[in-house]
């Protein structure tokens, strides 16, 4: 019996320490890109999905993590991560976090995309570089309707 209680307790571990809710660190030049399979080598634009189960899903760009939320159960993620634009690899939480499109900044895929922790310093640069800012929601529907006009 006491080896039995001594098992739960080995398992009941395990589970919790398996389903860590954390990011995981990107290798940049090794790691791939979970939605366009790229190599990941961009720190400024990475990105991240974190499961409630701790799963972790990496993209080389925030643009690549919001097209693999159309083909994902978004009531699964615990977190939404984007690499923070004035600190390199710095992963910052993007549903707080201030966006510039701005044709100025080139981003792995295209869409002129980078993230910000920072309001102020997204400020910044856009008046360096010109652009529109977004919250994460305002970018979001932005997305959406990008394609939805293209389709």
């Known amino acids: 019996m006491q080896t039995l209680k001594y098992l739960i307790i ?4 395990f589970l919790f320490f398996s389903c860590n809710v954390s990011p995981k ?17 961009d720190n ?11 799963k972790v ?12 939320m159309n083909e994902f159960d978004t009531s699964e993620i615990a977190l939404y991560l984007c690499n923070n ?20 900044i080139s981003s792995p895929m295209g869409a002129f995309l980078s993230a ?15 652009g529109a800012l977004y919250t ?3 970018l979001l529907i932005h997305f959406k309707n990008e394609f939805d006009v293209h389709n």
């Not at 090794?30 to 080598?41: A, E, L, N």
């Not at 400024?44 to 409630?52: C, F, M, R």
């Not at 634009?85 to 100025?104: C, G, H, M, Q, R």
Request: aromatic share 10%.
């Open 10 to 13: 080995i398992a009941m571990l």
């Open 25 to 41: 660190p990107i290798d940049y030049g090794s790691d791939g890109c979970h939605f366009c399979k790229m190599t990941i080598v």
């Open 44 to 54: 400024v634009h990475a990105a991240e999905i974190i499961t409630k189960k701790g």
């Open 57 to 68: 899903y990496m993209f080389d760009a925030t643009e690549c993590m919001i097209n693999f």
């Open 85 to 104: 634009y004035t600190v390199p690899e710095n992963l910052i939480d993007a549903t707080k976090a201030t966006f510039l499109i701005s044709e100025n």
């Open 116 to 130: 910000f922790e920072d309001r102020a310093d997204a400020e910044k640069i856009q008046v360096e570089k010109t």
């Open 136 to 138: 994460w929601d305002e």
